[in-house]
C-alpha cells in the first residue's frame, strides 16, 4: 500500500484552525507553525483537497487510507493541539 502526505504551514500573522476532514479533527497553528499530514496505506485514487479562509483551512482525505494523522516537526499531534476559542 502507498502513503500519502501534505505539508501545510500558516504564513499569517496571527492563528488559523486547521480542519482534518471528514473526521472533524481541530489543530490550531500559530504563526510559522508547520504540519505533515500523513496518510497511511491508502488505496488506489486517494488524495487531499485543500481549502482555505480567512479562519483557516480544511484538509479533505479523499479516499481510503488505514490511518491519517498530523505530524509537528516529527511528532504526531492530537485533536484539539492548540486549540483556540473561535470568534464566529
Not at 486547521?18 to 504563526?31: I, T, V
Not at 481549502?51 to 485533536?79: F, H, P, R, T, W
Request: with cysteine; aromatic share 12%.
Amino acid at each position: 500500500m502507498l502513503t500519502q502526505r501534505i505539508k501545510v504551514s500558516n504564513e499569517r500573522s496571527s492563528s488559523i484552525t486547521l480542519w482534518l476532514e471528514p473526521w472533524g479533527e481541530d489543530y490550531g497553528m500559530s504563526p510559522g507553525d508547520a504540519f505533515e499530514v500523513l496518510a497511511a496505506n491508502v488505496a488506489e485514487g486517494f488524495y487531499f483537497h485543500v481549502s482555505s479562509d480567512e479562519k483557516g483551512m480544511k484538509i479533505y482525505a479523499e479516499g481510503d487510507a488505514n490511518d491519517v494523522s498530523v505530524y509537528q516537526s516529527g511528532k504526531m499531534l492530537s485533536c484539539g493541539h492548540n486549540r483556540r476559542e473561535e470568534t464566529w
